[in-house]
C-alpha cells in the first residue's frame, strides 16, 4: 500500500446532519489499532513529535484544525504534509522520524496506532535514529 510514509484517503461520507469519516483496522488502515491518543491546545510555535519508532506504525489524523507534519527517512528522504481534512490521515511506518509544528488554534492531533506505549521502542536523538536506519539498510 505504502512505503515507509503517506497520505491515505479515509472514506467521507457527506450528510446534511453532518459528515462522518470511518477509519477501520486491516481495512482503511493498515494495521490493527493497538492505541488511540490525540494532542490538543498546542501552544503557539511549540513543536510535537522529534521522535521515530522501531516497531510502531501510526496515522496521525487532523480531526480538528491544521497542523504541519515533516517526516524523514535518516537517508536524506524529507517531505512536509499540511494535514488540515479529518477525512485523510497520514501514514508514518516504522523507522521514520516525525515533527510535528504550526499548529493552528483549536487543532486536535488523532493518531491511530499498532502498537501499545513502549519508551524503549521510541528513538529520541536523532543521530542515534540515522544510525538506526543505515544499520537496517545492510
Given at each position: 500500500m505504502?512505503?515507509?510514509?503517506?497520505?491515505?484517503?479515509?472514506?467521507?461520507?457527506?450528510?446534511?446532519r453532518g459528515?462522518?469519516?470511518?477509519?477501520?483496522?486491516?481495512?482503511?488502515?493498515?494495521?490493527?489499532?493497538a492505541?488511540?491518543?490525540w494532542?490538543?491546545?498546542?501552544?503557539?510555535g511549540?513543536?510535537?513529535g522529534?521522535h521515530?519508532?522501531?516497531?510502531?506504525?501510526?496515522i496521525?489524523?487532523?480531526?480538528?484544525?491544521?497542523f504541519?507534519?515533516?517526516?524523514?527517512?535518516?537517508r536524506g528522504?524529507?517531505?512536509?504534509?499540511?494535514?488540515?481534512?479529518?477525512?485523510?490521515?497520514?501514514?508514518?511506518?516504522?523507522?521514520?522520524?516525525?515533527?510535528?509544528?504550526d499548529?493552528s488554534?483549536?487543532?486536535v492531533?488523532?493518531?491511530?496506532?499498532?502498537?501499545?506505549?513502549?519508551?524503549?521502542?521510541?528513538?529520541?536523538?536523532?543521530?542515534?535514529?540515522?544510525?538506526?536506519?543505515?544499520?537496517?539498510?545492510?
Open positions: 505504502i512505503d515507509k510514509y503517506g497520505l491515505i484517503d479515509l472514506p467521507k461520507i457527506v450528510d446534511p459528515n462522518l469519516t470511518v477509519a477501520e483496522q486491516m481495512k482503511n488502515i493498515p494495521f490493527d489499532i492505541r488511540v491518543y494532542t490538543y491546545d498546542v501552544p503557539s511549540e513543536r510535537r522529534g521515530a519508532h522501531r516497531t510502531c506504525e501510526e496521525v489524523i487532523a480531526v480538528s484544525g491544521s504541519d507534519v515533516t517526516v524523514d527517512d535518516g528522504g524529507k517531505e512536509v504534509y499540511h494535514l488540515n481534512h479529518p477525512y485523510q490521515g497520514l501514514y508514518i511506518g516504522t523507522g521514520v522520524w516525525r515533527t510535528l509544528e499548529f488554534s483549536g487543532a492531533c488523532l493518531v491511530l496506532a499498532s502498537e501499545l506505549f513502549d519508551e524503549d521502542e521510541y528513538i529520541y536523538d536523532y543521530e542515534e535514529f540515522v544510525s538506526y536506519v543505515g544499520r537496517l539498510s545492510k
